[in-house]
């Protein structure tokens, strides 16, 4: 069994608050019961840091986090099925897109409960599974963006080696995202 300090949690998340710098949010994904740790129990202490928002892999995982009361900005990292698009808008439940029909049935879904529904944007630099291609994402961004009822959130990248002895392929990853970024800001499109 694991035993979390939440006093040594909440300490970790004040410093990665100050080594990152003022004016940024963190998102602390707690996905997987928060890796075994206790979603519920993890997300309630990092509400009371000061976390921006909460990220789970499922549905399921972001309506427990829902049904135990929390308010926080919840992005659903995996794919969610276009089943269960009506569920997520409905819990406030914030999805990651990836392609144009989801988006559609997400603005769909969006425009008749009669809210703007945040989404996420995960751009494919090198990991390979899930996410738009970086080539065609700026394009993507400007589709999904321009969907009534869709608000874009953010655009986010995963690294499958950032830990690796190496870096190289990592440094390449955050430069592939840094040219999306860059060409995001020049259409002004601002996750």
């Known amino acids: 069994w694991g035993v979390v300090d939440l006093d040594r ?3 970790n998340l004040r410093a990665v608050r100050d080594r990152i710098g003022e004016g940024r949010d963190v998102l602390l994904v707690v996905k997987a019961d928060a890796y075994g740790h206790g979603a519920v129990e993890m997300a309630e202490a990092a509400a009371a840091e000061g ?4 990220g789970v892999a499922t549905l399921h995982e972001g309506l427990q986090l829902r049904q135990s009361g929390c308010t926080l900005p919840i992005l659903v990292l995996s794919p969610l099925l276009p089943a269960e698009i009506g569920k997520a808008v ?5 999805p990651s897109v990836g392609d144009l029909e989801f988006a559609r049935a997400l603005s769909g879904a969006a425009t008749a409960a009669g809210r703007a529904q945040r989404f996420h944007v995960e751009v494919d630099t090198g990991m ?4 738009v291609a970086a080539g065609d994402a700026v394009d993507f961004v400007a589709k999904a963006s321009a969907l009534p009822g869709l608000r874009l959130a953010t655009v986010y990248t995963h690294f499958s ?3 690796a002895g190496d870096l190289g392929f990592a440094r390449g990853q955050v430069r592939r995202f840094r040219q999306v970024l860059d060409a995001l800001a020049e259409r002004r499109l601002r996750p």
Request: charged content about 20%; cysteine-free.
């Open 9 to 11: 949690f909440g300490a």
């Open 51 to 54: 976390v921006a928002t909460l």
């Open 90 to 94: 409905a819990a406030g439940l914030e």
């Open 128 to 131: 390979g599974r899930t996410g």
């Open 161 to 163: 080696d950032a830990d």
